[in-house]
Nanobody, 121 residues
Framework: VQLQASGGGLVQAGGSLRLSCAAS????????TGWYRQAPGKQRELVAV???????TYTDPVKGRFTISRDNAKTTMYLQMNSLNPEDTAVYYC????????????????WGKGTLVTVSS
């Protein structure tokens, strides 16, 4: 499985961005896809997950502001980010999992290169 994230950039606090992640390869084997982020000097953290069945999970700091979604073909995943604040500044990574018993807090099986999101105050 290959993943390619895009859509990062510089935005002012309160603004919005939409990240995209294009997936290719054996995507039919996937059980979930998600977004992680790593801020400078901090550990990578899970942001949001969407399962093969369409269930979604969000980390508390982004609930109500971020929305994870995908297209019907499940080839592209999105992260709509609204009401951004400087604490959201990070490199965002899309990831995909094939595990039946996942450990999303630890990570997933496949990773794309990150896209940088910078929120200015």
């Amino acid at each position: 499985v290959q993943l390619q994230a895009s859509g990062g950039g510089l935005v002012q606090a309160g603004g919005s961005l939409r990240l995209s992640c294009a997936a290719s390869g054996s995507i039919s084997s996937l059980t979930a896809t998600g977004w992680y982020r790593q801020a400078p000097g901090k550990q990578r953290e899970l942001v949001a997950v969407i399962t093969n069945g369409g269930s979604t999970t969000y980390t508390d700091p982004v609930k109500g502001r971020f929305t994870i979604s995908r297209d019907n073909a499940k080839t592209t995943m999105y992260l709509q980010m609204n009401s951004l604040n400087p604490e959201d500044t990070a490199v965002y990574y899309c990831a995909a999992d094939k595990q039946l018993f996942p450990r999303w807090s630890v990570g997933m099986d496949y990773w794309g290169k990150g896209t940088l999101v910078t929120v200015s105050s």
